[in-house]
């Protein structure tokens, strides 16, 4: 048996479960790792990173490469459509970049992820992510009426996705790239999504089997 070591809340993760579940690849185990467990990715590939994939006694910790290995192991019909250029998001969202680890980070922990199920793997977490956004989580928390004005300008401005259920109920690698980024932001209650991005969202979970964070939104 294969083995998919991830984080719930990584985006990076995201990417390798979505294609996982939608191209149905058997015979593997989805193990979520606490956050702060250092000794199990350094004994696979050398160093504290997720996610990694081990198969046939080989273990790899890039996330597009094992997303495009899992599409090649996928046993589904249904293929992924091809990365169309118009629709990537990512240079929209860089600008806010800050905001959005403002408003994640200082939650995510709080909303009963296997990742952070010790009070070590949270406090783990918040000394990393506090010394990247140079302030403390209730700074952050604090701040947030600003940054949710920031990012609710930023998906204003995204471009018209494709909807699955306008491409015959199929993901496209352009969801697999987009829909972490996006997903990172449903746990934070009251910030407003344009409709049809909310409609996309609620799609590609149901597609890609990765849930979304709007009932535990804080």
């Known amino acids: 048996m294969?083995?998919?070591?991830?984080?719930d809340h990584c985006p990076f993760c995201v990417r390798t479960m979505m294609v996982a579940n939608y191209r149905q690849v058997s015979d593997l185990e989805q193990v979520i790792l606490l956050n702060d467990d250092e000794e199990t990715c350094h004994r696979?590939?050398?160093?504290?990173?997720?996610?990694?994939?081990?198969?046939?006694?080989?273990?790899?910790?890039?996330?597009?490469?094992?997303?495009?290995?899992?599409?090649?192991?996928?046993?589904?019909?249904?293929?992924?459509?091809?990365?169309?250029?118009?629709?990537?998001?990512?240079?929209?969202?860089?600008?806010?970049?800050?905001?959005?680890w403002a408003l994640n980070f200082p939650r995510v922990t709080r909303i009963g992820l296997a990742d952070f199920a010790t009070e070590s793997s949270c406090e783990y977490f918040?000394?990393?992510?506090?010394?990247?956004?140079?302030?403390?989580?209730?700074?952050?928390?604090?701040?947030?009426e600003a940054h949710k004005a920031d990012i609710e300008r930023a998906l204003a401005e995204l471009p018209a996705l494709s909807l699955p259920s306008e491409q015959g109920n199929t993901l496209s690698w352009n969801d697999v790239m987009n829909f972490p980024v996006v997903r990172s932001l449903t746990l934070v209650k009251g910030l407003r999504f344009p409709p049809r991005v909310e409609q996309w969202l609620h799609e590609v979970s149901a597609l890609s089997g990765v849930e979304l964070y709007f009932d535990r939104a804080i």
């Open 2 to 7: 294969s083995r998919l070591y991830i984080y």
């Open 44 to 100: 696979l590939i050398g160093q504290k990173m997720v996610p990694i994939f081990e198969h046939q006694g080989v273990a790899i910790g890039e996330s597009m490469e094992i997303a495009k290995l899992l599409d090649d192991l996928g046993a589904a019909d249904k293929r992924l459509r091809p990365l169309q250029l118009s629709e990537a998001i990512q240079p929209l969202f860089q600008p806010v970049q800050f905001q959005s």
């Open 126 to 144: 918040r000394a990393k992510k506090e010394a990247l956004l140079g302030c403390s989580f209730e700074q952050a928390l604090a701040d947030t």
